[in-house]
């Protein structure tokens, strides 16, 4: 049979040659995952640059982006819808390339779905952290870095995600190419009592701030507010909308 010549293998006497762990791979030992990272971080992908927020309350989280999508130097998209429910009572945004990105919320979306149908109940928010980290550490979705949001029994959460996995439950944390300028206004109107209204015209400062100055991220605001009762989502061209 003839030697694949792809990414694939590097050939059979490479392999033969090799020590492999017995159970291996473990995650995040996929083959090339090094040289598919380099080639995901290309110019000829459409990613999101984009600014992205996540801010917990004691109801429930909000979380907001921006609309835009770039390819290599032009704006390939002025609509994109950066935030996701993956989740009864969950969402995700986006950073990063868009395909890895959507094939993450569809790989979320029906393992939430079926974990509701083997357990009759709904997957908890550090359940779906651990799933999104693992995930991303199997090195199949280069590169995204999102931040995921929700509620459950215990409460609501905020988890910052690296693109390799890595994952940190915070009070509110940003993602993305305008986080320094998002980040700023986060540490300035950011409260212990924050509440969902308060928090939804925070996020829209710190996003607005974003788009003033990173060329990656604008074209309008889209919000999550995850609660007890669901996820909803609004989209807003315009921030006087918000603020």
Known sequence: ????????????ADELGRDQPVFGPEIGEFEHSERRAAQADGEGEMKTGTTTVGIKTADGVVMATDMRASLGGMVSSKDVQKVEEVHPRGALTIAGSVSAAQNLISTLKAETSLYETR?????????????????????????VQPILGGVDDEGAHIYSIDALGGTTEEEYTVTGSGSQYALGVLEQEYHDEVTVDEATEI?????????ERDLASGNGINVAVVTDDG????RYKEFDDLL
């Open 1 to 12: 049979m003839r030697t694949p010549t792809g990414d694939l293998s590097d050939g059979p």
């Open 231 to 234: 996820v909803d989502i609004t």
């Open 119 to 143: 357990r009759g109940k709904d997957m908890s928010m550090e359940a779906l952290s651990t799933l999104t980290g693992n995930l991303l550490r199997s090195g199949a979705f280069y590169i």
């Open 203 to 211: 996020a829209a400062k710190a996003i607005q701030s974003a788009v």
